[in-house]
């Protein structure tokens, strides 16, 4: 086929690196999530679970999702293994934060694509994986810190040390290369990570934030 593994234009691959994907292994119909590293349009590269067992030459069904496209197409997996944890001459808070992350997707698939690349309009808000953000919440006897490991335009996932109820609302500031973001958000869940010990994946959607904020939160998705 003429059209399989096309290159893609700059800016779509720039939309559907670092966001969500689901994936489908055509032999068992089984489903599989991760975080999408890399976009060509002929190769695919994906973070996620330590938990997903795949094997070189299985073939799935894809779909990004994107903050406007949506992209779906079929690939085979070339490739897989441990993304690793922290540099030799990574200092304490840096492999902390790391770890935080790979707790949420921390295995790295690469795939090539094996078909058409099609592309529809997106139905679905879009969640972006973040690398390393610090943030704090702000309870009413101390500020909990921890690192923001996705967000959308409506909230985000913020690994802790503390399980959150679900429903209480916080006062949250993440600290960004535009600035502090300041806004308040409530807690839709917060469920323990599977590979570092109490802490808690917790995400919040965003009830209060003003322009100035709103407009520095915008420009890091």
Not at 51 to 79: D, N, Y
Not at 169 to 183: I, M, N, P, S
Request: aromatic share 8%.
């Amino acid at each position: 086929m003429s059209n399989v593994g096309q290159e893609l234009s700059i800016g779509v691959q720039n939309e559907l690196t670092g966001v969500r994907t689901r994936f489908q292994r055509m032999t068992d119909c089984k489903f599989f999530t991760g975080w999408v590293q890399d976009f060509s349009g002929q190769r695919i590269l994906v973070l996620s679970s330590p938990e997903v067992v795949l094997t070189t030459g299985q073939e799935f069904q894809f779909e990004v999702f994107g903050r406007e496209t949506i992209a779906s197409f079929q690939a085979r997996l070339e490739f897989g293994s441990d993304s690793g944890f922290c540099s030799l001459n990574a200092t304490v808070s840096e492999s902390i934060m790391k770890k935080r992350v790979l707790a949420a997707a921390d295995f790295e698939f690469d795939f090539a694509i094996s078909s058409a690349v099609k592309q529809r309009k997106a139905t679905e808000e879009a969640r972006q994986l973040i690398k390393v953000l610090e943030a704090h919440i702000v309870s009413e006897l101390a500020k909990i810190e921890g690192t923001v490991v996705d967000t959308s335009d409506s909230g985000m996932a913020i690994v802790l040390s503390e399980k959150l109820q679900i429903g209480r609302r916080f006062d949250v500031c993440v600290e960004t290369r535009l600035g502090q973001v300041q806004c308040e958000a409530v807690v839709r869940y917060s469920r323990a990570n599977r590979q570092v010990p109490n802490n808690f994946r917790t995400g919040f959607q965003i009830e209060s934030i003003d322009r100035v904020n709103r407009a520095r939160w915008n420009q890091i998705q």
